[in-house]
């Protein structure tokens, strides 16, 4: 360490680096002439105070140098101009007027027939072209030819000095530069489109001529003082490259190359069209997409297909003074059709991009004709599939939910408004989508959301700051509440819920107000509010069948009304035809695989519940097949996995059911972890299936290891009725009575005055609380106990399980009399 | 020049975790595999004696990224260790050239523009590319985090803004922190004019 003091220190810089530090910091700002006698004040060590000033005087000495000098000089000559004695070839270099990634372009002169002629020359760094460069050219000139447009500078020739300098001789042309065109002129938003479109026909000539440009940016369009456009460099791209690499980079600027420019990935036309995006870009906001980002930092995002900000955010303080508006009237403007078009050419992947500069150059015409613009409509499937690719890692454990919530709200949204209106909406919407993955981020916030309830929580108090309109707000919220229900989140989503009924009812929106009803009275049911519940599916039923009602509000009434009715032990042949309805309705209608999953699936549980599982079967084994495939709905297949199993295992084919139960858990385990309510919900029937296959310490063993866990996650509820009520049949099983009791007790301890005084639930308990009393020999504890459970599962059962349970319990009261 | 070790991106995606896991000697291995095809476009880059074929960054640093984005288990939570490899080899990269330049002629130095932000650090009277590497070389022992962010700054050409980004700092700290290590490295070159051979 101590290597690093050489003579000249006095003292050792690593010994006081820290002070070192803090003195250069301290008196960085302190003219030369007063540090001295300042750093006297502050430090007592003479040599310590030496060294400092050494250092502040070798950080001045930095910053004074002229930093023009490490440019690349240009020939012979310094940087910036060409010693008129310059010849490349026959051509006299007069001065340099532009400079860029692959060389300088020159003013040159040639003398034909006495008279002089003028044209460009551009000197290329020798290493962007390889030795056939120039037959490249003349192998190109029928090309080139052929491109004899108005706004296209021509390449007229190509050579290789004496001295091994490759150059190209290109038109000469009289103009300025055109963002210093457009901002000396203070040109409005509407000129600098026109002279956009002028570029945009320009390059869509080229392309109908096999010719892209590939280097498409401000500095090389040149505006004539009549206002007319030229493009320079055309055809260059072709002539140009690595010897040995087909790469593009190379020769693109940096700022506004396309990523797969950036990325060394194929390029086409649509390689331009990104181009023309980010000209488009900066002619609107002032500045490039991606400011003064670094070549490194651009590649990188590049690689992550980051995309950039939105226009009106974009927009830099001097530019709207120069486009003759407000910056509030600037950013105004921007916002919408701008933006959306804008967007569309600077998407990452080439093939989500407008498909040519034609369809960008008639959108842009669409736009000054105040006619409706394509993009707006195609940003929300866009944003909608984009989700998912880009935010896999950030958001990882959302993902699902993400995607849920953005084809939810996207269909609320879609589904039953008017068409004039939805672009703006969808617009409206993808910006608020947007923003909230950004809050999920922890790049954006530097606290990362950490759960999906956290997230749709956060989604949910900042929809308003986005959505203005009422009805398009409760349409957005419902889609919201309805991924927080299936992300387990019942209580803020009854909140939600609530609000959303209430402005609905305000509002006279029938539509929202059954649906948000129906989602409402389901969490009722499941927190255990059957009152509450049953009031709000009736009324969600009776709206729905106001005709104005559409049918995929009306389906999900049904739905929930019926399953809800007959899940709490109202059962009627009238729910029954309702789910039928449901899921025929569903399909006729060609509604989302959403509700058409819903409806089958709600009358499968409700056929199963009536005691007809095998009847259900068939319809699981449909849904199946219609998850399968999906990668986003392994918690889905994993659902049905579970159901199939138990209907095997009840129907007799315990064997069966045992792999099955295997995938189901494995698939919870998967799409929502092992401490998920789905892959725990699974066990205590698993257990069942191993208690039945005579493999009861399993199932004992299995249901011990989950116990923590079900505690944890359902905390004090009645809710670890099923779980208790499994554990102490599989303690029955293996004869460990006085555990079971223990278990039955706690379980009819925690359902005790939280069911309807008939639920099956507590014919169970008692059930299992006789059958671990009676094993014990006591007899007469027990018989009470068994009379209850036969009482409350004789008569009511239903399900292939609960006539099981029934015979039990009548065994049970027989052997105790 | 072929790559054939290049193609196995099990190994480059090792190394860059060992080194992301603060293991610093997995550099040398991984300059080996991605150096070939990055020596070629330097090659390609230097070439000739004229002026022009001052190296244009950004091609360099393209063939870095895309190596390194194509390991498809590349963490981008960890961007700063991401990008700080990235530094350290274009560092390495120039540094490799500019000695075997240095092999044929010794004096002159080897100038290299960087991007205009960074042409501080070319303005160095007499500085060649080996003494600023020397220099930083000792800044790095004393002070590692000043002297990567000169390799951000200086080689893989970030902006301060990135640089703070990189580093999760603020741009002000970058700065000020690259004004003294600037300041540093100028009065370590000034006083380490002649040449020594006795250090590394």
Known sequence: ?817 | MTEPKSNQPGEVTLLLRRWSEGQTDSLDPLFNLVYPRLRQIANALFRGESPESVLQPTSVVNELFIKLVRQHSLQFENREHFFSLAASLMRRILVDHARSENRIKRNGGQRVALTDDLAWGWAMPSADLLDIDRALKELQKIDPRKSRMVELRFFLGTTSEETADILETSKATVDRELKFARGWLYERLQANASPRDGLP
């Not at chain 1, 086409?268 to 000209?279: C, E, K, P, Q, R």
């Not at chain 1, 910056?327 to 701008?338: H, M, P, S, T, V």
């Not at chain 1, 809710?719 to 278990?743: G, V, W």
Request: proline share 5%.
């Open chain 1, 1 to 817: 360490m101590t290597e690093v003091v050489q003579g000249s220190n006095p003292i050792s810089d690593s010994d006081h680096w820290e002070d070192l530090q803090t003195l250069f910091d301290r008196f960085e700002a302190t003219p030369a002439d007063r540090r001295e006698a300042a750093l006297e004040a502050a430090c007592g060590d003479p040599q310590l105070r030496r060294r400092v000033l050494d250092l502040l005087k070798a950080a001045d000495l930095m910053e004074a140098a002229p930093s023009g000098e490490a440019a690349p000089a240009m020939g012979a000559a310094s940087a910036g101009k060409a010693t008129p004695s310059t010849f490349m070839g026959p051509y006299r270099l007069v001065r340099e007027i532009g400079r860029g990634g692959i060389g300088a372009v020159y003013l040159a002169e040639r003398f034909v027939d006495g008279v002089t002629l003028r044209s460009a020359v551009k000197i290329l760094a020798p290493h962007v072209v390889d030795p056939s460069f120039v037959d490249r050219f003349y192998r190109e000139q029928q090309n080139l030819a052929a491109l004899d447009h108005p706004n296209i500078t021509r390449l007229l020739d190509a050579g290789w000095t004496e001295s091994g300098q490759p150059y190209l001789v290109m038109e000469y042309v009289e103009g300025t530069h055109l963002d210093a065109y457009c901002d000396s002129r203070n040109l409005a938003i509407e000129e600098r489109l026109r002279l956009f479109l002028q570029i945009c026909d320009a390059v869509s000539d080229a392309h109908r001529n096999l010719i892209v440009h590939l280097d498409l940016k401000p500095s090389n369009v040149l505006v004539s003082t009549a206002g007319s456009v030229k493009l320079l460099d055309f055809g260059t791209s072709k002539l140009i490259r690595l010897d040995d690499s087909p790469t593009s980079t190379i020769m693109a600027t940096p700022a506004y190359a396309s990523p797969e420019q950036l990325l060394n990935e194929p390029v086409s036309t649509a390689s331009d069209v990104y181009g023309l995006g980010a000209i488009l870009f900066e002619l609107l906001t002032g500045r490039a997409p991606f400011g003064k980002a670094s070549a490194a930092s651009r590649i990188e995002a590049a690689a992550r297909e980051v995309e950039p900000e939105a226009l009106p955010r974009a927009v830099i303080p001097d530019a709207a003074p120069r486009r003759g508006q407000s910056e509030a009237k600037l950013r105004q403007a921007l916002r919408g059709d701008l933006a959306a078009i804008v967007a569309a050419c600077l998407r990452s992947r080439p093939k989500d991009r407008y498909s040519s500069v034609e369809a960008l150059g008639e959108e842009v015409r669409r736009y000054l004709d105040c006619k409706p613009v394509l993009a707006r409509r195609q940003t929300l499937l866009y944003t909608a599939g984009k989700f998912f690719r880009r935010h896999r890692l950030p958001v990882a454990a959302g993902c699902a939910v993400a995607l849920t919530v953005a084809v939810s709200v996207a269909y609320a949204w879609s589904g039953q408004r008017q068409a004039l209106r939805e672009a703006e909406r969808a617009v409206r919407m993808q910006t608020f989508l947007f923003s909230l993955f950004k809050m999920a981020n922890p790049d954006h916030t530097g606290k990362p959301i950490a759960t999906v309830p956290e997230f749709l929580r956060v989604g949910m108090s900042k929809l308003p700051e986005y959505i203005h309109e009422p009805a398009d707000l409760r349409a957005a919220q419902l889609g919201l509440a309805e991924s927080m229900i299936e992300s387990g989140d019942l209580a803020d989503a009854r909140t939600a819920l609530a609000s959303i009924i209430a402005n609905a009812s305000q509002a006279h929106d029938l539509a929202d107000k059954a649906e948000a009803e129906a989602f409402a009275g389901s969490v009722d049911f499941q927190q255990g509010n059957i009152a509450a519940g049953r009031a709000l599916e009736a009324d969600a039923l009776r709206l729905s069948r106001t005709p104005s009602i559409p049918p995929r509000v009306r389906v999900l009434s049904e739905i929930y009304f019926a399953f809800n009715e007959d899940d709490n032990g109202f059962v009627s042949d009238e729910n029954l035809r309702l789910l039928r309805s449901a899921v025929q309705e569903s399909r006729q209608r060609g509604l989302p695989a959403r509700e058409n999953s819903l409806a089958l699936f709600y009358l499968a549980s409700d056929l199963y519940m009536r005691g007809r599982g095998l009847d259900a079967k068939p319809i699981f084994e449909q849904l199946l097949r219609l998850y399968e495939g999906d990668p986003l709905a392994l918690c889905d297949r994993s659902e049905i996995y579970g159901w199939l199993a138990w209907i095997s295992n009840t129907n007799g084919d315990t064997p069966a059911s045992l792999p099955l139960f295997r995938k189901a858990y494995d698939g919870y385990v998967e799409c929502s972890g092992a401490d998920s309510r789905g892959a725990l919900d699974q066990l205590p029937y698993w257990s069942d299936a191993l208690v039945r296959a005579g493999r009861a310490k399993e199932a004992v063993g299995m249901l011990e290891e989950a116990l923590p866990a079900w505690r944890r996650v359902l905390g004090d509820t009645s809710e670890q009725s099923e779980m208790l009520y499994f554990l102490a049949r599989a303690y029955l099983a293996t004869d460990r009575f006085a555990d079971a009791e223990r278990a039955a007790t706690e379980l009819l301890g925690r359902i005790a005055g939280k069911l309807a005084p008939d639920d099956r639930t507590i014919g169970t308990a008692h059930l299992v609380l006789g059958q671990a009393l009676a094993a014990q020999h006591r007899y007469s504890e027990a018989r009470p106990h068994a009379e209850i459970a036969v009482d409350l599962l004789v008569k009511s059962a239903v399900s292939v399980y609960g006539n099981q349970l029934g015979a039990q319990a009548q065994a049970l009261a027989a052997e105790l009399k």
